[in-house]
């Protein structure tokens, strides 16, 4: 299973109490849920961007893993109580040295390769985003839904409450693809930022779990030792 697939498979855990709900609350007709993190990750122009700037940033992303290499050697030499970590007296022992100098170059490279190969994947989930709205209003006038709530602010619901994917769907009709080179004078906006930083942190969280089982698969699959 593919880490896109393992975001995009239902919670095991449901996502809405509709009864909890106070009787002044409660709505005349059909509630949904919708996780637009899982909505945006699970279309083809998301997929297909990511891949693209894997691709097109290779340069850049490989030039980061070694200037990475190079602050953590360089840090080594701060680390004078031999601890394996460097504390702010350690850093204001060496701040007039030619070694603090060079960590905050490389500190500054780091950062700029690390918001070029961001900005081209924040690019592309803002383009993405700028048609959920129409999605999910398709969605919505399809199955005669009356409210959409987010799932992460409920307790419990019924599995066919979810309806990511269908508007997923209706989001790879209307943005079957997208560019990863932003504008010279482009600006993220706040929200397509907020909704990245999310989308990594759960690619991470399943990166994790799937390095995880693979292990535990390895371990299983062993040989038992005499």
Do not use: H
């Not at 996780?35 to 691709?55: K, L, W």
């Not at 350690?90 to 701040?95: F, G, I, R, V, Y």
């Not at 081209?120 to 383009?127: F, G, K, L, S």
């Not at 839904?145 to 799932?151: A, C, E, F, N, T």
Request: aromatic share 4%; with cysteine.
């Amino acid at each position: 299973m593919t880490i896109f697939s393992r975001l995009l498979a239902p919670a095991s855990v449901a996502l809405c109490a509709l009864a909890a709900l106070p009787a002044q609350a409660q709505v005349e007709g059909r509630i949904a849920t919708v996780d637009i993190s899982r909505t945006v990750i699970g279309t083809t122009a998301f997929q297909t961007a990511y891949e693209q700037v894997n691709t097109t940033y290779a340069q850049q992303n490989e030039l980061r893993r070694t200037k990475a290499q190079e602050r953590q050697t360089l840090l080594l030499t701060f680390d004078t109580n031999g601890d394996k970590q460097v504390d702010d007296a350690e850093l204001a022992a060496k701040q007039n040295s030619p070694d603090f100098t060079k960590l905050q170059t490389l500190e500054g490279e780091i950062q700029q390769l690390s918001n070029q190969i961001d900005a081209a994947r924040v690019y592309a989930i803002e383009q993405i985003i700028t048609q959920y709205g129409a999605a999910l209003q398709d969605v919505t006038t399809q199955q005669q839904i009356k409210l959409v709530v987010d799932p992460g602010s409920l307790l419990f619901a019924a599995p066919e409450a979810d309806v990511t994917q269908q508007v997923t769907t209706a989001l790879n009709t209307k943005v079957p693809n997208v560019g990863i080179v932003p504008p010279a004078d482009w600006q993220p906006s706040r929200e397509a930022v907020q909704l990245y930083q999310d989308i990594q942190q759960r690619l991470m969280t399943a990166q994790m779990i799937q390095q995880r089982q693979q292990q535990q698969q390895g371990n299983q699959q062993a040989p038992a030792g005499r």
